[in-house]
Protein backbone atom coordinates (compact mmCIF):
# COMPACT_ATOMS: atom_id res chain seq x y z
CA UNK A 1 0.00 0.00 0.00
CA UNK A 2 2.03 3.10 -1.37
CA UNK A 3 -0.13 5.64 -0.41
CA UNK A 4 -0.41 9.04 -2.04
CA UNK A 5 2.74 8.86 -5.25
CA UNK A 6 3.75 11.84 -7.03
CA UNK A 7 6.17 12.06 -10.30
CA UNK A 8 8.67 13.54 -10.82
CA UNK A 9 9.68 15.18 -7.62
CA UNK A 10 11.78 17.67 -9.01
CA UNK A 11 10.99 19.47 -12.72
CA UNK A 12 12.74 22.28 -14.56
CA UNK A 13 10.72 23.61 -17.17
CA UNK A 14 11.44 26.75 -19.65
CA UNK A 15 8.31 29.43 -19.78
CA UNK A 16 5.70 28.23 -22.44
CA UNK A 17 6.62 24.51 -22.09
CA UNK A 18 3.84 22.23 -20.80
CA UNK A 19 4.06 18.93 -18.93
CA UNK A 20 1.54 16.77 -16.50
CA UNK A 21 2.45 16.18 -12.69
CA UNK A 22 1.24 12.72 -12.11
CA UNK A 23 -0.52 11.06 -9.18
CA UNK A 24 -1.54 8.44 -8.06
CA UNK A 25 -3.24 6.49 -4.54
CA UNK A 26 -4.26 3.27 -4.42
CA UNK A 27 -6.22 3.58 -1.22
CA UNK A 28 -9.63 3.66 -3.50
CA UNK A 29 -10.25 7.13 -2.47
CA UNK A 30 -13.26 9.06 -4.06
CA UNK A 31 -11.92 12.15 -3.19
CA UNK A 32 -8.55 14.09 -4.86
CA UNK A 33 -7.15 17.41 -5.14
CA UNK A 34 -4.10 19.01 -5.80
CA UNK A 35 -2.32 21.90 -3.75
CA UNK A 36 0.37 24.63 -4.69
CA UNK A 37 2.47 25.52 -1.70
CA UNK A 38 4.71 29.22 -1.93
CA UNK A 39 6.57 30.15 1.07
CA UNK A 40 4.28 32.37 3.18
CA UNK A 41 1.22 31.45 1.51
CA UNK A 42 0.42 28.05 2.71
CA UNK A 43 -1.18 25.84 0.68
CA UNK A 44 -3.51 26.59 -1.79
CA UNK A 45 -6.36 24.33 -3.60
CA UNK A 46 -5.62 24.14 -7.43
CA UNK A 47 -7.87 22.03 -8.51
CA UNK A 48 -10.20 18.77 -6.94
CA UNK A 49 -12.23 16.05 -7.74
CA UNK A 50 -14.96 14.29 -5.80
CA UNK A 51 -15.32 11.11 -7.94
CA UNK A 52 -13.83 9.90 -11.84
CA UNK A 53 -15.37 11.80 -14.17
CA UNK A 54 -15.83 14.99 -11.77
CA UNK A 55 -13.88 17.82 -11.23
CA UNK A 56 -13.86 21.10 -9.91
CA UNK A 57 -12.24 24.42 -9.23
CA UNK A 58 -10.50 25.48 -6.41
CA UNK A 59 -9.23 28.39 -5.01
CA UNK A 60 -6.16 29.11 -7.67
CA UNK A 61 -6.92 26.96 -10.84
CA UNK A 62 -6.37 29.18 -13.37
CA UNK A 63 -3.17 28.04 -16.00
CA UNK A 64 -4.03 24.51 -14.96
CA UNK A 65 -5.99 21.94 -16.26
CA UNK A 66 -6.89 18.23 -15.08
CA UNK A 67 -9.16 15.41 -15.63
CA UNK A 68 -10.00 12.35 -13.92
CA UNK A 69 -10.47 9.34 -16.12
CA UNK A 70 -10.15 6.40 -12.96
CA UNK A 71 -10.57 6.22 -9.18
CA UNK A 72 -6.85 5.94 -9.16
CA UNK A 73 -5.41 8.63 -11.15
CA UNK A 74 -5.68 12.62 -11.05
CA UNK A 75 -2.79 14.27 -13.40
CA UNK A 76 -2.15 18.05 -13.26
CA UNK A 77 -1.63 19.66 -16.72
CA UNK A 78 0.48 23.07 -17.12
CA UNK A 79 -0.15 23.92 -20.97
CA UNK A 80 1.90 26.72 -21.07
CA UNK A 81 4.05 27.03 -17.64
CA UNK A 82 5.09 30.58 -16.79
CA UNK A 83 7.83 31.33 -13.87
CA UNK A 84 4.73 31.99 -11.21
CA UNK A 85 3.90 28.76 -11.09
CA UNK A 86 7.47 28.00 -9.67
CA UNK A 87 6.04 26.31 -6.36
CA UNK A 88 5.91 22.96 -4.82
CA UNK A 89 2.63 21.07 -5.69
CA UNK A 90 0.95 18.41 -3.38
CA UNK A 91 -1.81 15.82 -4.49
CA UNK A 92 -3.70 14.20 -1.68
CA UNK A 93 -6.46 12.04 -1.21
CA UNK A 94 -9.14 10.85 1.46
CA UNK A 95 -12.06 8.44 1.56
CA UNK A 96 -14.93 11.05 2.79
CA UNK A 97 -15.39 14.70 3.94
CA UNK A 98 -14.89 13.73 7.09
CA UNK A 99 -11.86 11.32 6.56
CA UNK A 100 -8.58 13.14 6.80
CA UNK A 101 -6.71 14.37 3.17
CA UNK A 102 -3.25 11.83 2.91
CA UNK A 103 -0.66 13.44 0.87
CA UNK A 104 2.23 12.93 -0.97
CA UNK A 105 5.37 13.95 -1.02
CA UNK A 106 5.11 16.51 -3.65
CA UNK A 107 6.86 17.60 -6.65
CA UNK A 108 8.79 21.19 -6.90
CA UNK A 109 8.06 22.61 -10.16
CA UNK A 110 10.81 25.63 -11.15
CA UNK A 111 9.82 27.62 -14.42
CA UNK A 112 12.52 29.80 -15.74
CA UNK B 1 -13.59 32.64 0.35
CA UNK B 2 -13.10 31.60 4.03
CA UNK B 3 -9.54 32.26 5.02
CA UNK B 4 -8.03 30.96 8.26
CA UNK B 5 -5.60 33.63 9.98
CA UNK B 6 -2.63 31.42 12.01
CA UNK B 7 -0.58 32.56 14.63
CA UNK B 8 2.08 32.69 15.52
CA UNK B 9 4.20 32.80 12.28
CA UNK B 10 7.39 31.15 13.53
CA UNK B 11 8.28 30.41 16.99
CA UNK B 12 11.54 29.42 18.35
CA UNK B 13 12.02 27.11 21.39
CA UNK B 14 14.04 25.65 23.91
CA UNK B 15 13.87 21.79 24.31
CA UNK B 16 11.53 20.96 26.98
CA UNK B 17 8.45 23.84 26.97
CA UNK B 18 5.68 24.59 25.98
CA UNK B 19 4.05 25.38 22.74
CA UNK B 20 0.74 26.83 21.71
CA UNK B 21 -0.75 28.11 18.04
CA UNK B 22 -4.09 28.87 16.92
CA UNK B 23 -6.37 29.47 13.85
CA UNK B 24 -9.19 31.65 13.86
CA UNK B 25 -11.75 32.56 10.93
CA UNK B 26 -14.76 35.12 10.79
CA UNK B 27 -16.34 32.02 8.87
CA UNK B 28 -17.75 28.78 10.57
CA UNK B 29 -16.00 25.36 10.09
CA UNK B 30 -17.38 22.03 10.72
CA UNK B 31 -14.03 20.13 10.72
CA UNK B 32 -10.45 21.57 12.21
CA UNK B 33 -7.14 19.70 11.81
CA UNK B 34 -3.40 20.38 12.65
CA UNK B 35 -0.97 18.47 10.51
CA UNK B 36 2.35 18.98 10.54
CA UNK B 37 5.07 19.03 7.61
CA UNK B 38 9.02 18.01 7.73
CA UNK B 39 11.16 19.36 5.29
CA UNK B 40 10.79 17.70 1.64
CA UNK B 41 7.59 15.69 2.91
CA UNK B 42 3.95 16.15 2.89
CA UNK B 43 1.97 17.14 5.43
CA UNK B 44 1.20 14.28 8.04
CA UNK B 45 -2.19 14.84 9.96
CA UNK B 46 -2.09 14.98 13.51
CA UNK B 47 -5.32 15.64 14.80
CA UNK B 48 -8.88 15.32 13.91
CA UNK B 49 -11.32 17.47 15.29
CA UNK B 50 -14.96 17.21 14.31
CA UNK B 51 -17.27 18.83 16.57
CA UNK B 52 -17.43 21.94 18.59
CA UNK B 53 -16.01 22.18 21.95
CA UNK B 54 -14.35 18.71 21.42
CA UNK B 55 -10.79 18.65 22.94
CA UNK B 56 -8.64 15.37 21.46
CA UNK B 57 -4.98 14.43 22.35
CA UNK B 58 -2.24 12.49 20.66
CA UNK B 59 0.52 11.79 23.02
CA UNK B 60 2.15 15.55 23.60
CA UNK B 61 -0.43 17.07 21.83
CA UNK B 62 -3.92 18.47 22.54
CA UNK B 63 -5.90 20.25 19.77
CA UNK B 64 -9.34 22.26 20.55
CA UNK B 65 -12.43 22.68 18.13
CA UNK B 66 -13.61 26.39 19.34
CA UNK B 67 -16.99 26.50 20.67
CA UNK B 68 -17.60 29.24 18.22
CA UNK B 69 -16.86 26.93 15.50
CA UNK B 70 -14.33 29.63 13.93
CA UNK B 71 -10.95 28.78 15.70
CA UNK B 72 -8.93 25.77 16.99
CA UNK B 73 -5.86 25.81 19.11
CA UNK B 74 -2.74 23.39 18.97
CA UNK B 75 -0.24 22.81 22.56
CA UNK B 76 2.61 20.59 22.57
CA UNK B 77 3.71 19.75 25.69
CA UNK B 78 7.92 19.18 26.84
CA UNK B 79 9.15 20.08 22.94
CA UNK B 80 11.26 18.06 21.69
CA UNK B 81 13.93 18.57 18.79
CA UNK B 82 12.01 16.69 16.50
CA UNK B 83 8.66 18.74 17.01
CA UNK B 84 10.19 21.01 14.57
CA UNK B 85 9.03 21.52 11.51
CA UNK B 86 5.87 23.68 10.23
CA UNK B 87 2.41 23.27 11.26
CA UNK B 88 -0.87 23.71 9.35
CA UNK B 89 -4.37 24.26 10.94
CA UNK B 90 -7.17 23.24 8.46
CA UNK B 91 -10.80 23.88 8.26
CA UNK B 92 -13.95 22.04 6.33
CA UNK B 93 -16.95 23.85 5.76
CA UNK B 94 -20.10 21.67 5.69
CA UNK B 95 -21.15 21.06 2.61
CA UNK B 96 -18.52 21.87 0.87
CA UNK B 97 -15.04 19.48 -0.48
CA UNK B 98 -12.37 22.75 -0.04
CA UNK B 99 -10.21 21.84 2.54
CA UNK B 100 -8.04 25.49 3.45
CA UNK B 101 -5.37 25.83 5.01
CA UNK B 102 -3.50 28.44 7.35
CA UNK B 103 -0.34 29.46 6.22
CA UNK B 104 1.72 27.55 8.72
CA UNK B 105 3.25 28.05 12.20
CA UNK B 106 7.33 27.67 11.82
CA UNK B 107 8.56 25.95 14.78
CA UNK B 108 12.12 25.75 15.76
CA UNK B 109 13.37 23.64 18.94
CA UNK B 110 16.79 24.54 20.44
CA UNK B 111 18.22 21.49 21.96
Known amino acids: NAGVTQTPKFQVLKTGQSMTLQCAQD?????MSWYRQDPGMGLRLIHY???????DQGEVPNGYNVSRSTTEDFPLRLLSAAPSQTSVYFC???????????FGNGTRLTVT | GQQLNQSPQSMFIQEGEDVSMNCTSS?????WLWYKQDPGEGPVLLIA?????ELTSNGRLTAQFGITRKDSFLNISASIPSDVGIYFC???????????FGKGTKLTVNP
Open chain 1, 92 to 102: ASRQGTRSPLH
Open chain 1, 27 to 31: MNHEY
Open chain 1, 49 to 55: SVGAGIT
Open chain 2, 27 to 31: SIFNT
Open chain 2, 49 to 53: LYKAG
Open chain 2, 90 to 100: AGLVGGSEKLV
